[in-house]
């Protein structure tokens, strides 16, 4: 007997009916009667006859909205889109049809924090190797929070138009005081400024370093240091006036978290940031943290800073995997501002060892739900919803629904009951192809 493996149960259909042929030659011979040009024909018939068209058959469908997979749905896919999440089983005839029973659909990840050209000095291939690195492992989209601008674009634009294969970038431009540049340590001291690197001072026109930050590709600004609380103001407001999104460190040097916030920075990152948020805290926990005490957590009082986040509408990109080693406090202080219920962004501010079983990213989901009291679909949401909120495209990305880009992943295993079924991956589709089946 023939073994069973897991492409049996798939089904790809191409049906040939000659009586329709028929009547399309038949309204072919009127419509040239009637006037219509070849190339209006053609433009006709390409449009009637969608041959990127798929339907992901009998999936179960994560739907955020009912909180839960619905099963056994029929996902039609058409021109890199979502058609319909309940296509009829009585319309399959003569499409392509993946039979998935079993498995479960979700939204493709998007990692919110990462720097595939900084680290990788400069080299476009490796830069390709990571962003492909990402694909195969389900994340579909990243936010490149800063690095090589002109490379960010080029990877960009080759994987938008299919020339690479990767996933789909969104990068920022970095802006900072004089103090970070001239610090003198040789960081960044004596490095050109780029359109993607610029210094920001008092007398900056920030018209005009928005408009070159926005010529370079970048979507975000990435506020990064030395800033007060009254410039940063004047460099959020001016951002968003150009289109910006505006995220940045939760602390500013000497612009503080909740001075960050108050600002209007959309997206402030890193919780470890939040020792500053009490006067002595950061000492304390740096002088204890041999002997990390829990009654420590008391030192913080997050209530503050969690009514300015959710009263304007800020998003925390968390960051737990940059310093878990070395501040465990941070899982106790997340779960409490989750509780307090402000957004969450899953990144991981890490460059991809390419050789892991899987990204970063499933490690903070992990703690999330392990360590700071996520239910999974949470924790799914700020890697899907809430990171397409962060860049903007949440009308387009990070849920399933018609009419969104299908970006979509197929799991062999529910990460409602196990989160780290994330990495149990089926198939990767992006823009409504595969991209890869496993
Ligand atoms: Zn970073």
Known sequence: MMKRSWWMPLRIQFKFNPMKTKVLKLAVGILMCLGFSLEKLHAFTRQSTDTSMMVLKNVNVLDFKQGKFIKKKNVAVSNGLILSTNYPARKLKGLKVLDLSGKYLVPGLIDAHVHVSALTKNNINTTYSHLNYYLKHGVTTVRDASGDGAALLEAQKSIKSGRQKGANVFFAAVMAGDWYYNRGIGLHKNEPYQPWRQLITDQTDLDSAMTVAKSCGATGVKLYHSFDKVLLTKVVSAAKKHGLKTWGHLMMYPATPIEVVASGVEVPSHVFMLENLVSDAAFLLRKTKASYKED???????????????SKNAILDATLCVSEDRDPWIFTILKKIHEQGVEIAAGTDQIVDLNRPNPRLLDELSSFVDKCGFINID????????????????????????????????????PL??????????LVMQSGKIAYLF
């Open 417 to 426: 009951s196990d989160i780290r079924e994330l990495g149990n991956i089926k």
């Open 379 to 414: 924790a799914i949401k700020s890697a899907t919803l809430i990171n397409a909120k962060i860049i903007g495209e949440e009308k387009r990305l990070g849920s399933i629904e018609n009419g969104k880009v299908a970006d979509l992943l197929v799991l062999n295993g529910n």
């Open 296 to 310: 420590l957590i008391a030192k913080f009082d997050i209530t503050d800073f969690c009514n300015i986040m959710k």
